[in-house]
């Protein structure tokens, strides 16, 4: 019985070592897409085998990536009585600002060291 040729040997042959190429750069991003979201992600790799006929195998590779995406934050509006949308509450009165004077008779702040 002849032993069978380890896969690893073929799967580094096909397309020349581009594949692997190809997976190292995929496995890649897709590992730093689940590390900035926490969230898991796929990688799935196809192998389609079709013979020729003349004692020939052809073997086509997919890869396929399915990255986590990013949660998209949310933006809070106000709708106006006019029927627009505003960043600001249109109920709430503005606050008038003012400058304020130092007194001459206030106290002066100490700074206090432990």
């Known amino acids: 019985m002849t032993k069978?040729?380890?896969f690893i040997d073929t799967f580094r042959d096909i397309e020349?070592?581009?594949?692997?190429?190809?997976l190292s750069e995929a496995q890649y991003r897709l590992i730093d897409?689940?590390?900035l979201s926490g969230k898991g992600g796929k990688l799935v790799i196809e192998l389609n085998y079709k013979p020729d006929?003349?004692?020939q195998m052809n073997i086509?590779?997919?890869v396929k990536v399915k990255e986590p995406t990013?949660?998209?934050g949310t933006s809070l509006f106000f709708l106006t009585p006019e029927g627009n949308l505003d960043r600001r509450d249109p109920r709430q009165q503005d606050l008038p600002l003012r400058s304020v004077q130092e007194?001459?008779?206030t106290a002066t702040l100490?700074?206090?060291s432990q």
């Open 70 to 72: 990013l949660s998209r």
């Open 110 to 112: 100490r700074n206090v």
């Open 4 to 6: 069978a040729r380890p």
């Open 60 to 62: 086509k590779a997919d």
């Open 53 to 55: 006929g003349r004692g």
């Open 33 to 35: 897409a689940i590390r």
């Open 16 to 22: 020349a070592g581009g594949l692997l190429d190809e």
């Open 103 to 105: 007194d001459e008779g």
